[in-house]
């Protein structure tokens, strides 16, 4: 198996979807709890508890993280993901019971597929049964519906998914990284800088760059009617010790990873989110290297969005187009 968030002892990943809808839920569990923090850089997210993750806020522990498709609508999976935590005694204690604490943030996916379905708890409850040390990547989970290259919306679309990476430092620190990328315009190789996957001229295989057509000014004037489908998610994990402002701060640094992969990002409408979680299993190295590391782990693991995604919803993958 390819490396994977779930190397990060504690860390177990499980998927659930509709693909009728072509809509899901993916959760990253962790059962015995875990420091974690956030960073939230586009200016339309859909999140649940991200309060939380702040510092200053009482609770440091998180149970799960929850990536939902259906935009607003999905976060009723995170419900589903804490009634499963609860009736197995995992949570918060507060005397009179365990609250589980779920972040949660979602994906528009409401452009293929069916805009009258979306993530639910029965989906959220599906994908912590499915969770374990095995992560599925591709079209699936919360990346059934997940598409990027929405220049000219879905006509010149490609399909996207859940990607997953990992790195082990010297001293045996395991960082990963989980994500979905529901991008407005291109995915980047970083190591080559050649567009993976993006927007196509409607009709053909021919990819186009988004960052060209942003410069065009024929174009700008289509641009709002679908700049608010957009998204990419991330829960990057560590087995260091952090505290609950260092594991924000991991989430902050990790976002280079998205920088560096998608272009454009962070725009005023679309709701980028990291998540971080810190298991402390050991002391681990200092947090500018683990940092520094997490943006390249996350970096792969959008990446393998897409190179690891099918064709669905009549929308073209990396590997159709190159059939082509």
């Known amino acids: 198996m390819p490396p994977a968030i779930t190397d ?161 430092l010297a001293d045996g620190t395991v960082i990963g990284a989980l994500a979905v990328c529901n991008a407005w315009g291109d995915v980047y190789e970083e190591a080559s800088n050649r567009i993976l996957a993006g927007t196509r001229a409607p009709g053909t295989p021919q990819l186009i760059g988004s960052m060209q057509l942003l410069r065009d000014a024929s174009y700008q004037h289509n641009m709002r009617m679908v700049m608010a489908q957009n998204t990419t998610l991330a829960v990057v994990a560590t087995d260091a010790r952090l505290s609950k402002a260092e594991a924000n701060k991991l989430a902050q640094m990790a976002q280079d990873g998205l920088a560096r992969t998608v272009k454009p990002v962070h725009t005023p409408f679309d709701g980028d989110t990291v998540f971080a979680l810190a298991t402390g299993g050991r002391a681990g190295l200092p947090l500018p290297v683990l940092g520094a590391v997490a943006a390249d782990v996350l970096a792969r693991a959008i990446e393998r969005c897409v190179t690891q995604a099918t064709s669905l919803g009549g929308l073209p993958s990396v590997r159709t187009l190159a059939q082509a």
């Open 8 to 168: 990060v002892p504690g860390i177990l990943v499980g998927h659930a979807h509709d693909l009728d809808a072509l809509t899901g839920c993916t959760v990253v569990l962790a059962p015995e709890g875990t420091v974690g923090g956030g960073d939230v850089r586009g200016g339309g997210p859909g999140t649940r508890e991200t309060d939380l993750l702040d510092p200053t806020a009482m609770v440091a522990v998180v149970h799960a993280i929850a990536l939902c498709g259906g935009s607003a609508m999905g976060l009723a999976g995170a419900g589903g993901v804490a009634e499963w935590l609860h009736e197995r005694a995992i949570g918060y204690d507060v005397n009179v019971a365990k609250i589980p604490i779920v972040p949660a943030a979602v994906i528009f996916d409401l452009l293929i597929g069916r805009s009258d379905r979306w993530a639910d708890a029965a989906l959220g409850r599906a994908a912590c049964e499915a969770a374990g040390t095995s992560v599925a990547e591709g079209c699936v989970g919360v990346g059934a519906g997940a598409a990027v290259g929405k220049l000219f919306g879905a006509a010149g679309a490609m399909k996207s998914g859940v990607g997953s990476w990992s790195e082990t």
